[in-house]
């Protein structure tokens, strides 16, 4: 999970790792600017999710787990 570049329209998966390894139990994802990227969370592997570029820009990524652990990484969308 460290910082992202995407293209406009364009697709990426990112993993991230969370410490402890138990605070993988339930992995939520967010985008802090959804006109500049979208995300959505894996549906086999809780540890992933797929970023999407809506317009070129810059936003934060954040992945909470459900103890409250997080890591927030910054993702920079660019024009194709």
Request: charged share 20%; proline share 2%.
């Amino acid at each position: 999970g460290s910082d992202q570049t995407v293209v406009e329209e364009a697709t990426k998966s990112v993993t991230f790792t969370l410490t402890p390894a138990d605070a993988t139990s339930d992995l939520s994802y967010s985008s802090s600017d959804e006109s500049v990227f979208t995300v959505e969370p894996d549906a086999t592997n809780k540890n992933k999710c797929t970023i999407e570029g809506v317009e070129a820009g810059t936003a934060n990524l954040t992945c909470l787990a459900d103890n409250g652990v997080y890591k927030t990484v910054e993702v920079t969308v660019t024009a194709e």
